[in-house]
C-alpha cells in the first residue's frame, strides 16, 4: 500500500531545497559520495560513465539528426558535460549526481504501451517506434522549478507525431505518461512514501503543440539514460518536472492525469506548471534562474520565453492555477 506523507509544510526552512525534502540518510551518504566525484572534477571519466550506455546503443546509427532552425536559443548550449552529470530523476536518488546509479537502468528490451482511449490498445517496440518516427534536432532551454536552468540541443520527434500513431478516439482529452518502475535497479523506489510509478500529464492540445517534443536523443548521440533513455518528454515552457523521463506508457483519458509532485505535494506543484517569473513558489522565489555550467543567475521569462507559441492554450482559463 501507499502511504502518501504530505508534510512539506513541517520541514524546517534549511532542509527545504525543494525536490530533497524527503532525502534519507542513506540517499544523502550516496549523494555525498556522488558529489566528491564531481568535484574532484572526474573530467574524462565522469564524461565516460556519464555516456557509457550512449556507445552501444542499437539505435546510435540514427544521429546526429537535422537541426530544426525555427528554434533559437537567446543564449549559449550548456555544456555537455554539465547536462548529462546533473540531473533529477528521483527513481535513482534524490540528488543531482545520480548519472552512475542510473547505468543499472535496462534499456532493452523497451515496450511503449499505448492505452486507454485509443483505437486499438497496443504496445510497440522502442526500437521499432524510433525509426518510424520523424527525427529532427531543436534547441530548447529548461526551467526546472528549484530555479537552476540549461539550455540543450534534444534530438527526436514531436509528441504530435505520437499521438498521430497512437491514434487516440475523440473522446481523449488529456495524454498521461508513466515511467518505468523497476525495483531492481532503481534504488529511489525504495522510498515508498513517494507515489511510483512517475507519472506525468498534458492536455490534448498542449500534446499537440508544435513545441511538445519526444527526445530521444541529446548532443547528436541517443539520450543518456540518467536524462530520460529512452524516450522523454520536453515541454519548455513549462517548469522540468513535467518532463517524465523513460516512458513506458501513454495513456488517453478523459480525466485530468495528476502528476507524481501534485500527488507528492499538491500545494507547492499543479497540473499546468507553466514558467512565470512573476508568480513564486511558496517556499522562494521564480524571478531569475542560475544558468547550469555558470556563475550567472538571469532573469526567468514568462512561458520560459515561449509566449508566442504557447500563451493562447491558456487564454480562457485564467482562474485555473496556471503557474505551480
Ligand atoms: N521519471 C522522472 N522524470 C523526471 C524527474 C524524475 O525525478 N523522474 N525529474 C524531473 C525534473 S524535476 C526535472 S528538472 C527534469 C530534469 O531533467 P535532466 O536531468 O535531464 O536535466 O526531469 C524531470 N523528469
Ligand atoms: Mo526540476
Given at each position: 500500500m501507499l502511504i502518501k506523507v504530505?508534510?512539506?509544510?513541517?520541514?524546517p526552512e534549511r532542509a527545504a531545497t525543494p525536490e530533497s525534502v524527503f532525502m534519507n540518510r542513506r540517499e544523502l551518504s550516496k549523494g555525498l559520495a556522488a558529489g566528491s566525484i564531481l568535484a574532484a572534477g572526474a573530467g574524462l571519466f565522469g564524461m565516460r560513465q556519464a555516456s557509457a550506455s550512449v556507445e552501444t546503443d542499437?539505435?546510435?546509427?540514427?544521429?546526429p539528426v537535422d537541426r530544426n532552425p525555427k528554434y533559437v536559443l537567446d543564449r549559449d548550449i550548456t555544456n555537455e558535460e554539465d547536462a548529462i552529470t546533473y540531473n533529477n530523476f528521483?527513481?535513482?536518488?534524490?540528488?543531482?549526481?545520480?548519472y552512475n546509479l542510473a547505468q543499472?537502468?535496462?534499456?532493452?528490451p523497451w515496450t511503449v504501451r499505448f492505452d486507454g482511449l485509443v483505437e486499438e490498445e497496443r504496445e510497440v517496440d522502442f526500437d521499432t517506434l524510433v525509426r518510424a518516427m520523424p527525427l529532427e534536432e531543436r534547441l530548447y532551454r529548461h526551467r526546472c522549478v528549484e530555479a537552476w536552468s540549461m539550455a540543450v540541443p534534444w534530438s527526436g520527434f514531436t509528441l504530435a507525431a505520437l499521438i498521430d500513431y497512437a491514434k487516440p478516439l475523440s473522446g481523449a482529452k488529456y495524454v498521461r505518461m508513466e515511467t518505468l518502475a523497476d525495483e531492481e535497479t532503481m534504488p529511489g523506489l525504495r522510498a515508498s512514501w513517494y507515489p511510483w510509478p512517475y507519472v506525468e500529464g498534458l492536455t490534448m492540445e498542449e500534446a499537440r503543440n508544435e513545441l511538445t517534443f519526444i527526445a530521444t536523443g541529446l548532443y547528436g548521440k541517443p539520450i543518456p539514460k540518467q536524462s530520460g533513455a529512452p524516450l522523454r518528454l520536453v515541454t519548455p515552457w513549462k517548469y522540468g518536472f513535467k518532463a517524465i523521463k523513460s516512458i513506458v506508457r501513454f495513456s488517453f483519458t478523459d480525466e485530468r492525469p495528476i502528476g507524481f509532485w501534485e500527488e507528492t505535494q499538491g500545494a507547492e506543484y499543479g497540473f499546468w506548471a507553466n514558467v512565470n517569473p512573476e508568480v513564486p513558489h511558496p517556499r522562494w522565489s521564480q524571478a531569475t534562474e542560475r544558468v547550469l555550467g555558470t556563475n550567472e543567475r538571469v532573469p526567468t521569462l514568462l512561458y520560459n520565453g515561449y509566449e508566442e507559441f504557447v500563451a493562447h492554450l491558456y487564454a480562457d482559463k485564467q482562474d485555473e492555477r496556471l503557474f505551480m
Amino acid at each position: 500500500m501507499l502511504i502518501k506523507v504530505k508534510r512539506g509544510w513541517e520541514m524546517p526552512e534549511r532542509a527545504a531545497t525543494p525536490e530533497s525534502v524527503f532525502m534519507n540518510r542513506r540517499e544523502l551518504s550516496k549523494g555525498l559520495a556522488a558529489g566528491s566525484i564531481l568535484a574532484a572534477g572526474a573530467g574524462l571519466f565522469g564524461m565516460r560513465q556519464a555516456s557509457a550506455s550512449v556507445e552501444t546503443d542499437p539505435t546510435a546509427d540514427l544521429y546526429p539528426v537535422d537541426r530544426n532552425p525555427k528554434y533559437v536559443l537567446d543564449r549559449d548550449i550548456t555544456n555537455e558535460e554539465d547536462a548529462i552529470t546533473y540531473n533529477n530523476f528521483f527513481e535513482f536518488g534524490t540528488h543531482k549526481g545520480i548519472y552512475n546509479l542510473a547505468q543499472e537502468m535496462p534499456l532493452r528490451p523497451w515496450t511503449v504501451r499505448f492505452d486507454g482511449l485509443v483505437e486499438e490498445e497496443r504496445e510497440v517496440d522502442f526500437d521499432t517506434l524510433v525509426r518510424a518516427m520523424p527525427l529532427e534536432e531543436r534547441l530548447y532551454r529548461h526551467r526546472c522549478v528549484e530555479a537552476w536552468s540549461m539550455a540543450v540541443p534534444w534530438s527526436g520527434f514531436t509528441l504530435a507525431a505520437l499521438i498521430d500513431y497512437a491514434k487516440p478516439l475523440s473522446g481523449a482529452k488529456y495524454v498521461r505518461m508513466e515511467t518505468l518502475a523497476d525495483e531492481e535497479t532503481m534504488p529511489g523506489l525504495r522510498a515508498s512514501w513517494y507515489p511510483w510509478p512517475y507519472v506525468e500529464g498534458l492536455t490534448m492540445e498542449e500534446a499537440r503543440n508544435e513545441l511538445t517534443f519526444i527526445a530521444t536523443g541529446l548532443y547528436g548521440k541517443p539520450i543518456p539514460k540518467q536524462s530520460g533513455a529512452p524516450l522523454r518528454l520536453v515541454t519548455p515552457w513549462k517548469y522540468g518536472f513535467k518532463a517524465i523521463k523513460s516512458i513506458v506508457r501513454f495513456s488517453f483519458t478523459d480525466e485530468r492525469p495528476i502528476g507524481f509532485w501534485e500527488e507528492t505535494q499538491g500545494a507547492e506543484y499543479g497540473f499546468w506548471a507553466n514558467v512565470n517569473p512573476e508568480v513564486p513558489h511558496p517556499r522562494w522565489s521564480q524571478a531569475t534562474e542560475r544558468v547550469l555550467g555558470t556563475n550567472e543567475r538571469v532573469p526567468t521569462l514568462l512561458y520560459n520565453g515561449y509566449e508566442e507559441f504557447v500563451a493562447h492554450l491558456y487564454a480562457d482559463k485564467q482562474d485555473e492555477r496556471l503557474f505551480m
